[in-house]
């Protein structure tokens, strides 16, 4: 729990300028380098706090988003999926949007790159929200 709670404070919270840095947008609004937050579920029709997922929105239809392959090795995995079909998998999400936007460029450089790479995973260390937030250039991964 108290890892969750820390990955919520690095997306949500500022940077050490005191800026905000993301701002929530609606789907009729998504575009390349908006964060897609999936939720765990519901319990009484009411949404859990945390968040379960991760992934970048690429353009074109598509996702980015790391996981754990094997958790006897900690094997992570780089993958691109449709998404409509990590929408229908995972359900309710919330997209975020870094404000003041990213370099497209820089972003896309980055995608080609991790798509052909291979990574550690740790919950609390180098998860989904690690991989995506270093997709925007705001962290090492």
């Given at each position: 729990q108290r890892e969750c709670e820390a990955?919520?404070?690095?997306?949500?919270k500022t940077t050490a300028e005191g800026k905000e840095v993301f701002e929530e947008v609606p789907e009729s609004k998504i575009q390349s380098g908006d964060i897609l937050l999936f939720r765990l579920g519901t319990s009484s029709g009411?949404?859990?706090i945390s968040f379960k997922h991760a992934a970048v929105y690429c353009g074109d239809g598509e996702v980015?988003?790391?996981?754990?392959?094997?958790a006897?090795?900690?094997?992570?995995r780089i993958s691109k999926e449709g998404f409509r079909a990590m929408?229908?998998?995972r359900g309710k999400f919330q997209i975020y949007r870094k404000k003041g936007?990213?370099?497209l460029k820089d972003f896309c450089s980055k995608v080609r790159e991790a798509m052909n790479s291979e990574?550690?995973?740790?919950?609390?260390?180098n998860n989904c929200i690690h991989f995506a937030l270093y997709l925007?250039?705001?962290v090492e991964f």
């Open positions: 990955l919520e404070f690095l997306l949500f009411h949404l859990f980015i988003h790391f996981q754990n392959r094997d006897k090795t900690n094997k992570g929408k229908n998998e936007g990213i370099d990574a550690n995973y740790h919950p609390g260390k925007l250039g705001l």
